[in-house]
């Protein structure tokens, strides 16, 4: 396995080298000074092989934010597995390469047309950049309820309404596994000589695999985000930022990441990321047949076995001529005789140790990762059997969670974005009951965690759907992020509005 970033840090270390730089635990030496229970001892050293790895920019082990040497070669192995021209690795997730590409794309008062149901770091790119977005609803698929990306129709309307617009910013695959084919919308967007952002965070192993979705590089996407570490083996927070194509500003990205992104980059992380390429290199569609595999046996005993639980992809159709594609590796299920909320459903599978990667009102989300084995599906079923047998808490599931969105404009009005946001001055704005706060200007955004998509934005005027939407998300356990009242009671609103 050709691996040089990872080769480089274990060749340095295996030269007994002795330290004088930061980081000062000296490959994690300094913890043989901590003593302790001998449990304690075994999770110390656990712990130190990591640190062996954990380096700084020294002249054998090259800098990410002007690389030369192993960097740049790992960076480069990235690129031609991924199929991009050029790659940036990312110690941020994909939330540094969101903002990166939101900056390299916007100045300020600049406008680009986004997606309304992005990633908060989308926002915060907006905010950073000073930036005017005109969103565009996503499409609902009928089916399952959920959404994905917005129609080329919308899309061209846009495009079309606004000439001035720099960019076009989709999120594809979505949290739930759901995604259409972006060669028409690359070429729509190409067409109009506008470049094309995709937010595939959850979707890093697109088009590794026949059975998964083409990537939005092999759709034709100029710039593309992906967490590695979501569905591939990189360390937490480790991601990559892949560019192709001439309209995106490669040196303008190269900047903008040297601002968002820490001048002492994490080299685990970064190993990570050379590693987890390596892996594909090495083994590809090998890698990925355990968890389809898993994620097949699953499926099935849902649709076929049990009379509790039904899956969103089963519910998927293309009778209003949306192509959506499901993710093999990710299951969305639901409690079919709404006894349990997708909430409840995570407490009480948590009780069984099975611990899911999301929940809403209706649907819990599921990974199964490329190391799922049977005995993990094996153990998920038995849970869910003894979930259904017992007597769960009634709540009554309503579909509104997803409906998310859907009571907005299918293209909004250009909204200016600024980082001072909307500040903390009494005289413009004011907390009231979230109840009578319809038809106000929201003066914080609402985020609920995860998926960590805004329900509002700092500016937004609030709809009654919206504040339905909210209470019961709360209702049933949602947590808000950065809201100043967390239990959403009340909301911080716009005086003017
Ligand atoms: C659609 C989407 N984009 C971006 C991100 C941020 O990714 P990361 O956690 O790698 O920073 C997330 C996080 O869940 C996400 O769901």
């Known amino acids: 396995m050709r691996v040089p970033l990872f080769e480089q840090l274990v060749t340095l270390y295996a030269s007994n080298p002795s330290s004088y730089h930061v980081p000062g635990h000296k490959y994690g030496t300094s913890l043989s000074l901590m003593e302790g229970t001998n449990d304690e001892q075994v999770l110390l050293q656990a712990y130190q092989s990591v640190m062996q790895l954990d380096v700084t920019e020294l002249s054998m082990t090259d800098d990410l934010h002007g690389p030369s040497g192993v960097i740049e070669e790992a960076q480069q192995l990235a690129a031609e597995t991924f199929g991009a021209e ?100 690359a070429k729509l967007v190409h067409r109009y000589d506008k470049i094309l952002l995709v937010d595939e965070a959850h979707g890093a192993h697109y088009g590794l695999h026949p059975r998964f979705p083409r990537s939005a590089l092999q759709a034709g996407a100029d710039a593309v985000v992906q967490s590695t570490h979501k569905t591939l083996t990189a360390l937490t927070m480790g991601a990559m930022l892949h560019v192709q194509g001439p309209r995106i500003d490669r040196k303008g990205l190269a900047e903008a990441l040297r601002m968002v992104q820490s001048s002492s980059p994490s080299y685990p992380i970064m190993a990570s990321l050379d590693i987890a390429r390596g892996v594909i290199d090495e083994a590809c569609e090998r890698l990925f047949e355990r968890g389809i595999a898993a994620a ?102 309503s579909t509104l969670a997803n409906e998310s969105l859907a009571y907005q404009q299918s293209v909004s009005e250009p909204v200016l974005f600024s980082r001072r946001g909307t500040g903390t001055d009494s005289k413009t704005i004011g907390v009231v009951e979230l109840s009578y706060a319809e038809g106000m200007l929201a003066a914080e955004a609402v985020i609920p965690y995860p998926p960590g998509i805004p329900l509002l934005y700092e500016g937004e005027r609030i709809t009654a759907d919206a504040i339905a939407m909210i209470k019961q998300l709360v209702q049933y356990g949602a947590r808000c992020q950065g809201a100043t009242d967390p239990t959403m009671q009340t909301i911080t609103v716009l005086r003017t509005g």
């Open 296 to 397: 097949d046996d699953f499926q099935h005993w849902v649709m076929e076995e049990s009379a509790q639980y039904e899956l969103s992809s089963s519910r998927v159709w293309d009778g209003n001529g949306l192509q959506v594609q499901v993710d093999p590796l990710r299951v969305v299920l639901r409690s079919k005789t709404g006894k349990h909320s997708g909430f409840e459903l995570l407490k009480q599978l948590e009780s069984f140790g099975c611990y899911v990667e999301m929940a809403d009102v209706q649907y819990v989300v599921l990974l199964f990762g490329m190391g799922a084995e049977t005995s993990d599906v094996q153990r998920l079923k038995q849970a869910l059997v003894a979930i259904a047998a017992a007597e769960g808490v009634p709540a009554a599931v």
């Open 86 to 185: 050029q790659t940036f690795f990312l110690v941020g997730g994909s939330t540094a390469g969101n903002l990166a590409m939101v900056l390299a794309v916007c100045d300020a008062g600049e406008l680009i047309i986004v997606q309304r149901n992005a990633h908060k770091s989308v926002l915060n790119g907006l905010k950073l950049a000073g930036a005017r977005a005109v969103f565009i609803m996503p499409q609902r698929e009928l089916g399952s309820g959920l959404d994905v990306v917005p129609s080329l129709k919308q899309i061209e309307e846009a495009l079309e309404r606004y000439p001035e617009a720099k960019a076009v910013f989709l999120t594809n695959p979505s949290y739930y596994g759901l995604s259409v084919d972006l060669e028409p919308y």
